[in-house]
């Protein structure tokens, strides 16, 4: 039951799942990419456009490298 209490690990929790589902999501498109060859980058293919918008993904606050340092402080107790 809800208490109205915060959860100091949410947000460290959800960098955690913004950093593996932008990675996993453009490993993905990568390996579609991989199969399909030079065709999947043509822009007719709609994968073309999974590329780009998986990509951009990434530069979203929090970007990988402040999420990355984020866990590691978190790990190490470290302020």
């Given at each position: 039951?809800?208490?109205?209490?915060?959860e100091?690990?949410?947000?460290?929790q959800?960098?955690a799942?913004?950093?593996l589902?932008?990675?996993?999501?453009?490993?993905?498109?990568e390996i579609?990419?991989e199969?399909?060859g030079?065709?999947?980058?043509?822009?007719?293919?709609?994968?073309?456009?999974h590329?780009?918008?998986?990509?951009c993904s990434r530069i979203?606050?929090?970007?990988?490298?402040?999420i990355?340092?984020?866990?590691?402080?978190?790990?190490?107790n470290?302020?």
């Amino acid at each position: 039951m809800d208490k109205g209490e915060y959860e100091f690990n949410v947000g460290l929790q959800a960098q955690a799942v913004k950093y593996l589902t932008t990675t996993n999501s453009i490993r993905a498109v990568e390996i579609a990419l991989e199969l399909i060859g030079n065709p999947g980058l043509s822009k007719k293919n709609p994968l073309e456009r999974h590329y780009r918008d998986v990509l951009c993904s990434r530069i979203h606050t929090p970007q990988n490298d402040v999420i990355c340092q984020s866990l590691g402080k978190s790990v190490l107790n470290v302020k």
